[in-house]
């Protein structure tokens, strides 16, 4: 896992797979139930999965209310 800096927001990121980038943003606080879904993507593509502030743990920018807010 990586640790990127986006317009002054921290994120966690997995990549997985190669191939053409994906970008998957995943629902709410469920990423280990997309295990083998992105599983099966990163059999095709370069799948960036980034761990989404305030549902991975951390506590997230005061302005941020949902997945919506990041994406």
């Known amino acids: 896992m990586e640790r990127?800096?986006?317009?002054?927001?921290?994120?966690d990121v997995e990549v997985?797979?190669?191939g053409p980038a994906l970008?998957?943003?995943?629902?709410e606080q469920y990423l280990h139930l997309n295990a083998p879904f992105i599983a099966r993507l990163s059999a095709h593509w370069r799948v960036i999965v980034p761990h989404h502030p305030g549902f991975d743990g951390r506590t997230p920018p005061s302005d941020f209310r949902s997945v919506g807010d990041i994406a």
């Open 23 to 27: 970008l998957y943003l995943h629902p």
């Open 4 to 11: 990127v800096d986006v317009a002054g927001l921290e994120l």
């Open 16 to 18: 997985h797979g190669s």
